[in-house]
């Protein structure tokens, strides 16, 4: 897929791109990121590599977003994140390319039903995730109620999702 110069496209991640996605990730969410809730979550449950996506401007990467296969109250869905554009590239719309990419890939594949963020109203609400509500959705560590955003094709599941969030196969 060939953009205009200077626009970015989406790719899926390789090997190769580990310590691009380990650098950006350093960049962008420093040394703390290691004790936030979303990363706890990728700690107990892995992230899935075929829905590991690159951005890139003009051959080079730009940004990197991961999903995790998760499951609230016995549903189904992916936790999306971390995402991160490069500095140098933002401001040029990778980061809501890898969004909605992403999200689309995954919910495309018909087993997950939504896809969770925690994030800016601001920047993710304008691409199609919803406040959900606040303490419904259990996470294993502390996390600001108002940024759990949610992206489904049922308008009220954000509204009424709730559970603790547990592996994917969990209401199996």
Not at 44 to 70: A, K, N, Q, Y
Not at 139 to 145: E, H, K, S
Request: aromatic share 8%.
């Amino acid at each position: 897929m060939s953009a205009p110069s200077g626009q970015p496209v989406v790719r899926p991640a390789t090997p190769a791109d580990d310590a691009f996605v380990e650098d950006l990730q350093a960049i962008a969410f420093g040394p703390g990121r290691f004790a936030r809730t979303a990363f706890r979550v990728r700690e107990r449950f892995p992230i899935d590599p075929t829905l590991s996506l690159i951005s890139e401007v003009d051959g080079t990467p730009s940004g990197s977003v991961w999903m995790t296969p998760i499951s609230v109250g016995g549903m189904k869905g992916y936790l999306l994140g971390p995402l991160a554009t490069h500095p140098n590239f933002r401001k040029r719309g990778a980061g809501k390319l890898l969004a909605r990419e992403v999200s689309k890939r995954a919910l495309a594949r018909g087993e997950g039903h939504f896809v969770l963020l925690v994030g800016d109203q601001d920047y993710y609400c304008p691409l199609g995730w919803v406040p959900t509500t606040p303490g419904n959705i259990q996470f294993p560590g502390p996390v600001d109620t108002s940024r759990v955003l949610l992206l489904a094709d049922d308008p009220d599941l954000a509204k009424t999702l709730t559970g603790s969030i547990a592996a994917f196969d969990a209401g199996k």
